[in-house]
């Protein structure tokens, strides 16, 4: 079985309370899906932001056709999907044939969400800049090639949060989603640490922030 792209435009909050009830009680509404989780853990790798994530809190993830009329600023993280951008047909197409699929709600599943902020070097960067760093070069694996090493195992979303119109502004970039059995943790640290790895993946240069939340995957 393999996984299907959420359409673009699909939006994506993420609440935490320290009350179960109340997150499984909220935004009930039927065109959303839900996912449940526990937070067993929050690593800060680089940089800082004014967000703060409750360890030991429970999280919601709520996915949506479009945005949330009322609670969204509630949310301690949102953002939504859109086209990959330096991805092109071809290599979009051999990613979903061998991406695995979302996994159940079960002890065995964990689910990490990592919020990434890139520099303003980055962004002052011209469109054909920033898509040689997700090209293939001489020595260098880049970070599609990475991901796709791990697809079969590892099921991940990106979700795009920069452009989004809110006040204040959101201070990070991407929400990066992932989910894999417990039994494959350390092949997500691998994956880590390869995208993590400057010199094989140069474009991890511009990260100026980003943080791990660790979380078990719970049946509302």
Known sequence: MHSSLTAPGTWVYF???????????????????RDFYQILDVRRVTGQSRVQ?????WMLRVESP????AGSSAALFKGTVRQ??????SARSELQKKSAAIYPSSETTLAVLIPIRKSTT??????????IHF????????????????AAKIYRKLYHSRYLETVPALDYDFLTYFEFNRQDKSVFMDLLRELRDTEANP????VEYELEIWMSKNSI
């Open 15 to 33: 609440f935490t309370d320290a009350n179960r009830d109340v997150l499984v009680n909220e935004y009930a509404a039927s065109e959303s899906s």
């Open 53 to 57: 994530v409750p360890s030991g809190q």
């Open 66 to 69: 479009a945005a949330l009329p």
């Open 84 to 89: 990959l951008h330096y991805t092109g047909a």
């Open 122 to 131: 980055w962004w002052a960067l011209s469109q054909e800049e920033r898509q």
């Open 135 to 150: 090209e293939k070069r001489a020595g260098l694996k880049n970070h599609f090639s990475m991901g796709s090493d791990y």
């Open 203 to 206: 474009e991890w240069a511009f």
